[in-house]
């Protein structure tokens, strides 16, 4: 499904990304973790097209497509998801309206008529469920006065009703508290299918008690430096990052 | 003054068609035009010079020569049939000013209640000259403005509602002013408005220009609130690119009274708005807001000033502006509380969108207080989309063009929640994003466009 193949990229100039190679089947979970600056949300960021970030090297396919081609409206459209670590606020805009341009952009990328307002509303209902999200935020304004754990059920919400192909995880767990954690990582694993994958980046192990992953990687500057099976993750969390960097040689 | 090139035109025709303009209005209406006249030589136009009019060159708009219907020749046109509405689903009690003659060959069954007034402002002031005489050119004073001046020297007709002490009118009352012309026009309209203790009504008066040739309007609203009343005026401008305008609107407002202006410019090409309004009165509430949308070299400059005489009132003010292209817009609020007016509770907002390099946007807010238990507020911003918003959206497949549609049309969301009237809220926040996807060029409402 995604081949990222010697992936530079840099910010400001500053190189961030020195050559990543990573191959996500359909089906697979993969969680990529690492210390903080390794580069994994610049990852995440490139991914989807964040004209902040300056692709210099390597490329990307999506299904067979050139993804670093791709507008970020494409790329969405084309079936990437990301949920963003900081879900960004829209006042003025409301979830209802703003959902239901996306759903018919979606729709009509792929020869479809828009939807009815009973059917969009019946799909809204029943995603809103997913994650509990109560229908008055669902009628405010994009994010506008959400608490944390609120914005990060959004995402998911969001990622529910365009059911993308392959959802990337920015660090939804972090300032989740317990409950907020289970109804988001249940909410992912529910709409989980053998036809879709995911990339979910996190510094802890705690999401991935519930949400399994297959392999995970550890990204350290700007490269993955380890790939393994899910037990990577609880040797991280016991040994800590200072294993790694001992192991590349910098401390 | 300047030296007076550009009102030497208007001098001389004054002098020239004076019989004219008096025997096509009424006593009331020409009683004030001498001392107009002077006021005008003394004061010429505005100069650019000045504080308050730095962005708007008065004198070449007025420049050119422009075709003045003294004579009051019929314009063979008749608005019902050119006009569809632009608010349907409105019930409104329609009426059409063309150019600057009350149209009254036809008029709408509106049932209005006992002892309202509601049609041309030189029937009635000959029909009622005292009540006219007490208001007619009384809130706006020839002696301060030279465009004010020009207006009350030349003006023969108009729109006058008026609504009698504890009437309440539920319908709205819509005004349409219509240019309509194979010429150059200038139109000197004037609107007074009279609202005796404890009346309610709502007017909603929307300008279209029909034709491509140039047009020039001066107009001169009378607002008059006594206590207790309740007034809405909702102004929407949908004129053309080659439609230059100044608009003077002037509110009195006596104790206890609520007023509500709405400004709202879709199309036009130059416009000056400004307002006057003075709470004389206790406890009156004044809620002036507006917005414009420019694109191209459009052009709008907002002056308000609003003057607190006593104490316990409240204003309200919301502006915002969206410019595109190379278009101009200037705000110039000024807020002015008098000695004594204590408990004053006074807020301005002025926000602005510049979507491109080159468009310019010009704020200045003005705080004049001589009261010392007073809320006053100020808050003026003019900055870009935001880019994380744009991208957010983006990222969920909606295109940059319908992101930046959006958000601008969340923008000015909230003038449009100020409007008190459900139909025309719906409606405007149509016009408002048809006019964000550039399908508003044209005027919307008139079926001979083509």
């Not at chain 1, 903080?36 to 097209?49: F, H």
């Not at chain 2, 004049?368 to 969920?396: P, W």
Request: hydrophobic share 35%; with cysteine; net charge negative.
């Amino acid at each position: 499904m995604l081949e990222i193949k010697n992936l530079h990229a840099n910010v400001n100039g500053k190189e961030i990304l020195k050559g990543i190679n990573l191959s996500v089947k359909a089906g697979e979970i993969h969680a990529i973790m690492g210390p903080n600056g390794s580069g994994k949300s610049t990852l995440s960021s490139v991914l989807v097209g964040n004209p902040a970030f300056e692709v210099t090297e390597g490329e990307v396919t999506f299904n067979g497509k050139d993804l670093l081609e791709l507008s970020p409206e494409d790329r969405s459209r084309e079936g990437i998801f990301l949920s963003f670590q900081y879900p960004v606020e829209i006042p003025g805009v409301s979830m209802v309206n703003f959902m239901r341009a996306a759903l018919n952009e979606h729709r009509k990328y792929n020869g479809q008529p828009p939807v009815s307002a009973t059917d969009f509303l019946k799909l809204m209902r029943e995603k809103r469920a997913i994650v509990e999200l109560d229908n008055k935020l669902a009628n405010r304004s994009v994010n506008e006065g959400f608490s944390g754990g609120e914005k990060k059920r959004n995402e998911i919400f969001q990622m529910a009703m365009l059911e993308p192909k392959l959802a990337i995880l920015d660090e939804t767990d972090s300032g989740l508290d317990i409950d907020a954690l289970r109804i988001v990582a249940n909410g992912v694993n529910k709409l989980r299918t053998p036809e879709n994958a995911a990339i979910v980046i996190t510094h802890y192990q705690r999401l991935l008690d519930y949400i399994k992953p297959d392999v995970v990687h550890v990204l350290y500057k700007g490269r993955i430096v380890k790939t393994a099976g899910p037990e990577l993750a609880l040797e991280l969390e016991e040994k800590g990052y200072d294993w790694i960097k001992k192991e590349m040689g910098d401390e | 003054m300047n030296n007076m090139k550009a009102e030497q035109q208007y001098i001389e025709l004054f002098a020239q068609c004076e019989d004219l303009v008096c025997r096509h209005a009424s006593e009331v209406m020409n009683a004030p035009r001498a001392q107009a006249l002077a006021d005008f030589e003394r004061l010429g136009f505005p100069s650019v010079k000045g504080e308050d009019y730095k962005y708007t060159d008065v004198a070449l708009a007025f420049t050119p020569d422009y075709g003045i219907n003294i004579n009051r020749l019929d314009i063979p046109v008749n608005p019902y049939d050119v006009f569809r509405c632009d608010v349907p689903n409105m019930s409104t009690s329609l009426y059409f000013v063309v150019n600057d003659s009350f149209y009254d060959k036809e008029l709408p069954k509106a049932n209005l209640p006992e002892g309202v007034y509601v049609g041309g402002l030189k029937t009635f002031t000959e029909q009622h000259p005292e009540i006219a005489a007490r208001y007619y050119g009384k809130a706006a004073s020839s002696s301060k403005d030279g465009i004010i001046a020009l207006n009350t020297m030349l003006a023969q007709d108009g729109f006058v509602l008026y609504i009698p002490k504890n009437v309440v009118v539920e319908r709205p009352i819509q005004l349409v002013n219509i240019f309509r012309s194979d010429v150059d026009t200038m139109a000197n309209r004037r609107i007074l408005v009279i609202m005796e203790p404890h009346s309610e009504a709502k007017l909603l008066v929307c300008d279209h220009s029909i034709d491509d040739v140039k047009f020039l309007s001066t107009q001169v609203i009378e607002i008059f609130a006594g206590e207790g009343a309740y007034f809405d005026y909702y102004d929407l401008e949908e004129s053309s690119e080659s439609t230059t305008r100044f608009s003077s609107l002037h509110v009195k407002q006596e104790a206890s009274s609520n007023v509500l202006v709405n400004g709202i410019t879709l199309n036009n090409g130059l416009t000056r708005n400004n307002y006057y309004i003075e709470l004389n009165g206790e406890n009156a509430e004044t809620n002036l807001c507006g917005m414009s949308i420019l694109d191209k070299q459009q052009q709008v400059d907002t002056y308000s000033h609003i003057t607190h005489a006593v104490s316990h009132c409240t204003s309200n003010e919301l502006f915002k502006n969206v410019l595109n292209d190379r278009a101009v817009g200037a705000f110039s609020g000024r807020i002015f509380v008098k000695e004594g007016a204590q408990k004053t509770e006074a807020y301005q907002t002025n926000r602005n969108l510049c979507a491109t390099r080159e468009a310019r946007m010009y704020s200045k807010p003005q705080l004049e207080i001589y009261a010392d238990d007073v809320k006053c507020s100020h808050g003026m911003t003019t900055g870009q989309l935001d880019e994380n918003a744009l991208f957010y959206m983006q990222s969920r497949g909606i295109p940059r063009d319908e992101a930046r549609m959006l958000l601008s049309v969340a923008f000015t969301a909230d003038v449009i929640d100020h409007v008190r009237l459900d139909v025309l809220k719906d409606r405007l926040h149509k016009l408002v994003e048809k006019r964000f996807r550039g399908e508003l060029t044209k005027c919307a409402s008139c079926r001979i466009c083509k």
